[in-house]
């Protein structure tokens, strides 16, 4: 059995080279998280006996949309929901849906979070529903375990903006972020803060399941809030070099 009874059920198809598409699974259903590639989230819906109803699409770029037509012609019934300011980005969409909208999936509501950034319009997907111990965020390419996403398209107030917005969530938020990058953020984060015990200890225990196989995902509101710099950064100047000192970072 796939399922237990009240908290979320969540799975990750490790996908292309280090993407992850999160499935969130209620009874025979599915909701896919922003699939870079169809083959290998079909092959797992079907294994799983289970019947695509929803697909969240958080931004435009193609290791995240690449998958969605070809799944709806799978499951032609599936909502695409994705940003009405993106209209001309993800054509495909069904469902569009604006900053602080509330939609309910499953037996669960969805809120959407605009987070402007790592492209304009991003948007995150904070699920709440009542009687369980956490909330869950899928924050796309904005919010990584230990990082944050490259500043494609926003600038570094809008990154800071968006971050303090995420960072404001409950603490025992569970992070379902899109990206393996956890042991390399924390790395990263190792070499600008050698002493750090908190940074030091998450990579231990990443590094532990990573040698497993397993991801290093999700994470916690209250764990980001402790180790990942971005985070951490108390101004918008403090944000900026992080993010020029991390894209010319190689491990
Ligand atoms: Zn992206």
Same mark, same amino acid.
């Given at each position: 059995?796939?399922?237990?009874?009240?908290?979320?059920?969540?799975?990750?198809?490790?996908?292309?080279?280090?993407?992850?598409?999160?499935?969130?699974?209620?009874?025979?259903?599915?909701?896919?998280?922003?699939?870079?590639?169809?083959?290998?989230?079909?092959?797992?819906?079907?294994?799983?006996?289970?019947?695509?109803?929803?697909?969240?699409?958080?931004?435009?770029?193609?290791?995240?949309?690449?998958?969605?037509?070809?799944?709806?012609?799978?499951?032609?019934?599936?909502?695409?929901?994705? /940003?009405?300011? #993106?209209?001309?980005? =993800?054509?495909?969409?069904?469902?569009?849906?604006? @900053? %602080?909208?509330?939609?309910? $999936?499953?037996?669960?509501?969805?809120?959407?979070?605009?987070?402007?950034?790592?492209?304009?319009?991003?948007?995150?997907?904070?699920?709440?529903?009542?009687?369980?111990?956490?909330?869950?965020?899928?924050?796309?390419?904005?919010?990584?375990?230990?990082?944050?996403?490259?500043?494609?398209?926003?600038?570094?107030?809008?990154?800071?903006?968006?971050?303090?917005?995420?960072? /404001?969530?409950? #603490?025992?938020?569970? =992070?379902?972020?899109?990206?393996?990058?956890?042991? @390399? %953020?924390?790395?990263?984060? $190792?070499?600008?803060?050698?002493?750090?015990?908190?940074?030091?200890?998450?990579?231990?225990?990443?590094?532990?399941?990573?040698?497993?196989?397993?991801?290093?995902?999700?994470?916690?509101?209250?764990?980001?809030?402790?180790?990942?710099?971005?985070?951490?950064?108390?101004?918008?100047?403090?944000?900026?070099?992080?993010?020029?000192?991390?894209?010319?970072?190689?491990?």
């Amino acid at each position: 059995m796939l399922e237990k009874k009240s908290e979320f059920t969540i799975f990750p198809i490790p996908v292309l080279q280090d993407n992850i598409v999160w499935v969130w699974v209620h009874n025979c259903n599915a909701v896919v998280v922003d699939p870079s590639i169809s083959s290998p989230v079909k092959k797992w819906l079907l294994n799983n006996n289970l019947s695509l109803k929803a697909i969240l699409q958080t931004h435009h770029h193609e290791d995240h949309i690449g998958g969605t037509q070809e799944l709806i012609k799978r499951w032609p019934n599936t909502k695409v929901i994705a /940003s009405i300011k #993106e209209l001309k980005r =993800i054509p495909f969409q069904t469902f569009s849906v604006d @900053n %602080n909208d509330i939609f309910h $999936l499953f037996d669960s509501e969805v809120k959407v979070i605009e987070v402007h950034g790592h492209t304009n319009n991003h948007i995150a997907f904070y699920i709440s529903k009542e009687n369980t111990k956490y909330n869950i965020l899928f924050p796309g390419d904005t919010l990584f375990g230990g990082g944050c996403g490259r500043l494609l398209e926003g600038t570094p107030s809008q990154m800071f903006e968006s971050l303090n917005k995420l960072n /404001s969530l409950p #603490e025992n938020t569970k =992070i379902y972020a899109a990206h393996e990058y956890t042991e @390399n %953020n924390l790395k990263w984060a $190792l070499s600008l803060k050698s002493n750090d015990a908190s940074i030091i200890k998450r990579l231990n225990i990443i590094q532990n399941k990573r040698k497993k196989g397993l991801p290093s995902l999700p994470s916690t509101i209250a764990e980001e809030r402790k180790t990942n710099l971005f985070l951490r950064a108390k101004n918008i100047t403090e944000l900026t070099m992080l993010r020029r000192h991390k894209d010319n970072w190689k491990c």
